[in-house]
């Protein structure tokens, strides 16, 4: 079963910081990922930079469209209006039904704020304690959603082009 994890930090830099614990954790077999992206958002910018982690993930990966889509619902769909919301509400639907629901990309949206930023991981095969002692310090708030692995299988069928 994979996991869909967020880890919000209050500063625009801790996922970067993040970044570098995931890529140990994952060199030492103590984590599998699956695919991650990371959200920046600077103090006074309009909205979030995102970016795809490459150097953490193989072949099996979501995949640029599962993170743009993603994040086009948490951060930018709310600014562009209700013709293009009425479309979003049928793809967030859609995303319900592989665990990612409305409940997901509210608290996400009210947490991801100017001036924090984020990393988000699908990961599994966790050896929790071993994880939870690498990102002790980082002041790591953890918001997440389990996918069952029928809901891991939808979600890459949905994004797989």
């Known amino acids: 079963m994979a996991t869909l994890t967020v880890w919000k930090f209050p500063t625009a830099q801790g996922a970067e910081q993040a970044e570098q614990t995931m890529v140990m954790l994952q060199k030492e077999e103590l984590i599998k990922v699956h695919d991650a992206a990371v959200v920046t958002w600077p103090e ?6 995102t970016r795809q982690l490459n ?9 640029g469209a599962f993170w743009g889509m ?17 479309a ?3 793809l967030s639907g859609s995303l319900g039904d592989v665990g990612i629901d409305d409940d997901f ?3 996400v949206r009210s947490q ?5 930023s984020a990393l988000f ?6 050896v929790l304690d071993k994880v939870h002692e690498a990102f002790a310090g980082q002041q790591a708030e953890l918001i997440h959603t ?7 299988a939808k979600l890459r069928e949905v994004f797989a082009e």
């Not at 006074?44 to 930079?49: F, I, L, R």
């Open 88 to 90: 979003a509400g049928a």
């Open 44 to 49: 006074g910018a309009k909205k979030p930079k």
């Open 55 to 63: 150097n953490l993930i193989g072949a099996g990966a979501l995949g």
């Open 112 to 116: 991801v704020t100017p001036g924090t």
């Open 121 to 126: 991981a699908m990961t599994s095969d966790a």
């Open 146 to 152: 389990n996918l069952s692995a029928d809901q891991e």
């Open 105 to 107: 990309i509210k608290s």
């Open 70 to 86: 993603l994040f086009g619902l948490i951060f930018f769909i709310p600014l562009l209006g209700a013709a293009i919301g009425a």
